[in-house]
Structure formats: C-alpha cells, structure tokens
C-alpha cells in the first residue's frame, strides 16, 4: 500500500470518527465500482444494522415515495451529467417506519470530464424541523387569532422613521403589503374630522412616554369607514422615545352593534312606555329586585331606588296584599308562574290595576332561585271591561261571547239564570257544552258561515234552536249573532232569547186552527194536484192515449198476423211511455206536496263523488273532465235524496248534450252569497237557444237536441225539487259554446 493511500485511510477514519462524534453523517458513492459507503451515523439515522451494505437504489428507496424521492434523483442526476453540487432537505422513512427529516450535502469529483465519486454529508434536522413547523403553526394561529380578532400590530421607530405592520393590519386599513408605509401614509387613512385628535395623543405620547389608548375613525380609498381602537407601548432610552409599538383593532361592528343595542333599548323603553309595560327580576335568595325604569314608572316610585319584596308589598292595595304574598308562595311551591292581577296605590293615592306574567329559573336541584317577568298596567282595560260587563248585565238578553274556535270569554247575568251556571264554571268551556248534541252540525255550519262575513245576522226564523242548561231541558230560543272586534282578535257575541211563551202560544194557535188548515190543505194540494194533472193531461197525456186507441181500432179489424204481432209491439211501447209519464208526474207531485221534507249536513263532494260512481260509463266513454271547486262552501244542509237527484241531472245531461267537435269539459262550484249557498254546473256542451226556448226550460218532456235518450224530464225534477226546498234555478247559455246552470239551495 502506498503511503498516500495509507494517509487518504487515517484521514478518511478521523473524518468518520468526528462526523459520528457530532451526529453528522457521511456518505461516499464510488461511480467506478458502483459502491455507496454510509458512516455509522447515517446507519442510526436511516435505522439499520451497522453490517448493513447500502445501495444506490436502497438509498434512493428511503426517501418518502413522491416529490421528496423525485428530488434525490434529480439532483444525484444534475451531480453527476452537469457538476452541479447539491443542498436539499427532504423526508425519508426509516426501515423501521420511522418518518425524519433529513438535510443532503453532496460534492461530484470528476476525472477527466467523467464523474468518478460523489462525497457528502447527511443531517438528522427533524427536531429543527419540528421546531419551525410548531414556530409556522403558532405564526398561523397568531395570524388567524388577528384576524377573527381583526387586530394587526405596529412597531414604529422614532429614531429611523421606520414603521413595520403585521399582514392583518394592512388588511384593516386596506392597504398594498407591495406599497410603502411610513407615518405619513398611516396619518393620511385617518378620517379628516379625527386627524388632528390622533396627531395630538401621538405627540404626547413622544413626550410623555405614555401611550394613551385610541379610538378613531379610518377612511379607506374606497370611502369605506372603519373604526379603530389603537392601544400601545412606548419605549425610552436616556429619558428619549426611541420606539413605539403596539396594536389596532378593528372595532366598527362591536360600536355598530353597542350603537344598535342602545337603539333598540331605547325603542324597547318606548314601547314599554306606549304599552304601559315594565320588566322585573326578582332574585328570590337574596331579595333583590331589578326593574326597568318604565317599572318603576307604573309603580309611581323614583327610578333607581333598591327594592327588595316589602318594598314592592307596601306599594300594593291593602285590600290586594295578602293574596299577592299567597301567589309568590305558591308559585315557589308548584314551580309555576300563572298571571294574576292586583292593585297598587301611588303616593298621591292613585290607584292603578296591573297584570303580571312571569316564569320562573331553578338551580341544577330544582330550587326556584329567580322569577322573571312582566308587569302591565291594565287600568284603562279593566275599567273598560267593567263598564262593558255592566252594560252586558243590564242587556235584556242572555248574553254569550265567544272565539272563532268557540270557547266561551264572558257570560252576562242573564246567561247564568238561563244556563245555571256560573261565568267560572263557564270560562274557557267549548259552548258546544250549551247546545243539544243533535245541533252541533247544525251550529257548526251557521258558525263558519259567520266567520266568513262576520254580520249582525240571525240564526233562520223557520229553524227550530234549542240550548240545554245545566240540569239537561232544552229551552227553545231565538239566537241573534254580532261580531265584537277586540285587540285579541275577533270575537262574536250570542244573543239569546228565551222563546218558551212564544212556542206555546204558537203550539195553542196551532192545535186550535189544526183541523182548518189541514183541510185547507188538503183541499188546496187537491185542488192545485187537479189543475196540474188537468194541464199535464191535456198536454202529454192526450196524445199517447188517442195512439194507443187507434193502434187497438187497427189491431181489431187487422187478419193478418204478422201485422197484429206488429201492432201489439207498438201498443206495449205506447204504454210503456204512458206508465212512464204517469210515474214521473206522480212523483213530481209528490215533491210538491211534501209537507215536511227532512235536512242534514251534506258534503258536497260526497255528493260529487256518488254521481260520479253512478256515471261512470259515460263519463269514459265520452273521456269528459269534471273539476270542482267546494272550497268556499264545502257542506250544505239539504235533504239528501233531493241533492244527490239534482247532481246526477245536472252532470248527466252536460254529457248527453256534449258537442262531437270537444272534449266535455264540466265544471262545478258552491259559494255563500248573502248567506245562500249556491251552485253552479257549467259545461262547454251545445247550449241553448235561451230567447227561443227559455220559457219552456224546465216544462214536463221539455227537450231542445236530438238524443235517443233524451225524454226532457230532468230539468223538470230539478226544479221541482229545489222550489220544494225553497229555492230557485236558472241558466245561461250559448248555442256552441256552453250552458250554466245556477241553483240557490235556499232563500
């Protein structure tokens, strides 16, 4: 062995010996052999055994797969084509797992153009790393804190004239990090009106050494204003300012908000003025109270003053004191808070009612600790509510007021003699309790159709209203209802009129008169029964019977048969159309004379949905559309049999008389007008010529279109049974473009 190589070795191992001494590793890549040499140190670091033989490829297979492994390759190969040494830091992962950061300083020796070794060095710097990720980390959370915050801070040095700000302070003062900044820019943001204040607190800072804190307004080039508090330390040296440095925060929406929450105390003073309304706190463990001023207002006592429970005791009405400490202890015993009312007497002996709603705050025990609440003066209110109970008790009728949802507010006197029960059994009842069960339908469809145009209005002469008092008789009366329009909302008031006398003064007229108008009746009915038939007869009658004698005139002299069978075939539809015609006049008699014809509550679109069931074949063999709209009045009180008969011929002939050219398009409604209920059926079918054939619209066997099943009696049903029912039907129509029937249920 040479001596030179002999000293390359010494010095080669009292290199290693030191680089493992200090923790440095150190690397050698012979490019000739193709061999890589790691001292002990980068063995540690990398965490394999000290007989481990590294390789190029092994080593480049510990950097972190992606851009740290992309950079090793890249500046192996940079060292090795172009010279160029290198200097990175990068992440490895151990053999063990283990993640560290490492920094790589590697040197290429060349020979003859040719590289021929690579030496360097390489460094654990993870603990480094460590340090300046929690350093970036503690900046970022420093810099989001000045943000959430909006504060930035400043360092200016009086000596220099040099003034640094934090990224957040350029942001609240809108100003480029790319721009300069010097105590001129910084004075020329500040709002012109606030310039001067500024300059003066800055001066005297210079010469006191004492920064006094700041609130000014700042103008950004935009004409955005901002309102900054600027706090700071100022630094000496021999008795000289030399440095200042602090912070500014941008306090526009905490003044915007504290500017708001006085505007809005002050509108909440005012309404509490207006509503005659005060707000109260009472700490019931240490007897304290705190009340709004409007509080002590109500009270007629000085504003401010310490108040405890007697205090509030004293102010109340001597008569009203012992229920007032009743209602705090038991309120503290239930652990609820329930309104009341009482009355307090000023210093100058005005007496005022008031009303108090409250709640109550329990400790994590369920102790009652504090009450909260409000209390209004109701003085007015009140002595309007005696005046009008006043004039309520004097009315001569039994009196009853209630909501939209019938709950019974207030009884007069008269209503309790009538009812035998007293307001407080009363209150807050459904009146429904007052009425028998039979008339609830009844009473119900009376009171939608109030509420829907509220009127003074009565209940109709010719129905039969009964109430129930406490001990179950039924008392008949006469019920007059008026809308009472209050602050709570609308509410109607119930007059009710004992009408005993009446009815049996009326019962004893109409026993004595019975016989008389039954036979008048009777005669009557006859009588209009003969002229009827005595028309129908001459008119529909005449003609089938003059038929059906002449075919038996024929069929007596007839010898052929075949022309007998054929006569006796015309006879049978002769007669057949007979019995028809007389079955179908009966029945509209019958309709007419009806003396009593019963009613009930009928949901207009279960009539809809029957006649619908029962035209089902030619509502989709003619594919016809039927809409509906029940909306405004969806019940009717009507005799059923009677409405379901005018439905079905309405909706039936609408499609009998459909146009070929359109699809049928039928269309049905029901609304109160004046307290009717009325209907209309429109189609878009043939219509009718109405100067024409108006007069004999609804006549017996009356028909206007060719139709193998048309025979003209529906309409003449219809309108016998609506006028039974005391109603009225009419129509308008268009030849070719449609027809609307209109029906007034009742009158």
């Known amino acids: 062995m040479k001596h030179k190589d002999i000293e390359d070795i010494k010095i080669k191992q009292i290199l290693n010996h030191t680089a493992n001494a200090v923790q440095i590793g150190v690397y050698e890549f012979d490019m000739v052999d193709q061999e890589l040499y790691w001292n002990d140190t980068i063995k540690k670091i990398v965490e394999v055994p000290s007989d481990f033989v590294p390789t190029l490829e092994l080593e480049l297979s510990f950097y972190k797969e992606g851009d740290c492994r992309k950079k090793a390759r890249q500046a192996l190969k940079n060292a090795i084509h172009e010279g160029e040494p290198y200097d990175f830091d990068v992440e490895m992962v151990t053999a063990k797992g283990n993640q560290r950061f490492v920094r790589k300083i590697g040197y290429p020796e060349f020979e003859n153009g040719t590289c021929v070794k690579i030496v360097g060095i390489l460094v654990d710097i993870s603990d480094r790393k460590k340090t300046e990720f929690e350093l970036a980390k503690k900046n970022q959370q420093l810099n989001n804190a000045e943000k959430m915050a909006k504060i930035g801070n400043w360092n200016w040095s009086t000596v220099t004239g040099e003034l640094t700000w934090s990224d957040n302070l350029y942001e609240i003062y809108g100003h480029s990090k790319n721009e300069p900044i010097s105590y001129e820019v910084y004075l020329n943001y500040i709002h012109v009106d606030d ?57 526009s929406d905490q003044v915007n908000k504290e500017q708001e929450l006085v505007k809005k105390n002050q509108q909440l003073t005012f309404a509490e003025e207006m509503a005659q309304i005060g707000y109260w706190e009472w700490d019931i463990v240490n007897d304290h109270l705190i009340w709004s001023d409007n509080m002590y207002r109500i009270f007629g006592l000085e504003i401010g003053s310490q108040l ?13 004191r012992d229920n007032f400490r009743a209602n705090a202890e038991e309120f503290i015993s239930e652990k609820r808070f329930r309104k009341f009312m009482h009355r307090i007497v000023h210093k100058n002996g005005t007496i005022r009612t008031v ?30 509510e005696i005046k009008f109970r006043g004039l309520l008790d004097s009315a001569p009728d039994s009196m009853v007021i209630v909501d939209q949802k019938g709950t019974i507010h207030l009884i007069n006197k008269q209503a309790e003699k009538m009812f035998g029960y007293t307001f407080s059994e009363l209150k807050e009842k459904h009146v429904s309790m007052l009425v028998p069960e039979r008339l609830w339908d009844i009473m119900e469809f009376y009171a939608i159709a109030f509420f829907k145009d509220p009127k003074h209005t009565g209940l109709p002469d010719n129905l039969d209203f009964f109430v129930l008092n406490k001990s179950g008789f039924q008392i008949p009366v006469q019920v007059t209802l008026s809308p009472l329009e209050t602050p709570e909302g609308l509410l109607v008031s119930i007059a009710i009129r004992d009408i005993t006398t009446q009815k049996q003064a009326a019962h004893r007229i109409m026993e004595t008169n019975k016989s008389l108008k039954e036979s008048a009746k009777r005669l009557k009915a006859q009588n209009r029964q003969l002229a009827e038939f ?111 008969s005018i439905f079905l011929n309405m909706v039936s002939n609408s499609l009998k008389y459909s146009s070929e050219n359109r699809t ?30 108006g007069h004999k619209l609804f006549g017996f066997n009356k028909v206007f279109h060719r139709h193998k099943d048309a025979k003209g009696v529906g309409l003449f049903l219809t309108k016998a049974q609506v006028d039974a029912m005391g109603g009225s039907i009419w129509a308008e129509s268009e030849e070719g473009v449609g027809t609307s029937f209109f029906i007034n249920l009742n009158n």
């Open 195 to 251: 310039r001067n204040l500024v300059e003066q607190k800055i001066l005297k800072a210079l010469e006191t050494g004492t920064y006094d804190d700041l609130i000014y307004r700042i103008q950004h080039r935009d004409g955005t204003i901002k309102i900054i508090k600027s706090m700071g330390i100022v630094k000496t040296d021999l008795g000289k300012t030399v440095e200042m440095f602090g912070t500014c925060q941008d306090i």
């Open 308 to 320: 405890g429970f007697e205090n509030v005791v004293a102010a109340i009405h001597p008569d009203d």
């Open 355 to 384: 009303e108090l709603f409250g709640e109550l705050i329990m400790d994590g025990t369920g102790n009652v600790v504090k009450m909260v609440g409000i209390t209004q003066d109701i003085t007015e209110q009140r002595m309007s």
């Open 664 to 693: 049928p398009e039928i269309f049905i409604y029901s609304k109160v007008e004046n307290g009717k209920t009325k209907l209309e059926f429109r189609d878009n079918g043939l219509g009718i010529n109405l100067k024409k054939n």
């Open 534 to 644: 005595n028309h129908i007869t001459s008119h529909n009658l005449r003609s089938p019977v003059s038929n059906l004698s002449a075919l038996l005139s024929l069929y007596k002299t007839e010898d052929d048969a075949e022309m007998k069978e054929e006569l006796i075939e015309k006879i049978e539809t002769v007669t057949n159309h007979l019995t028809w015609t007389l079955d179908t006049l009966v029945e509209s008699l019958m309709i007419k004379n009806a003396e009593q014809i019963p009613v009930e509550k009928i949901s207009l679109e279960d009539i809809l949905s029957k006649t619908k069931e029962m035209l089902a074949a030619q509502i989709l063999k003619s594919g016809a559309n039927i809409t509906s709209d029940f909306t405004d009045a969806p019940f009717a009180m009507y005799n059923k049999v009677y409405l379901e």
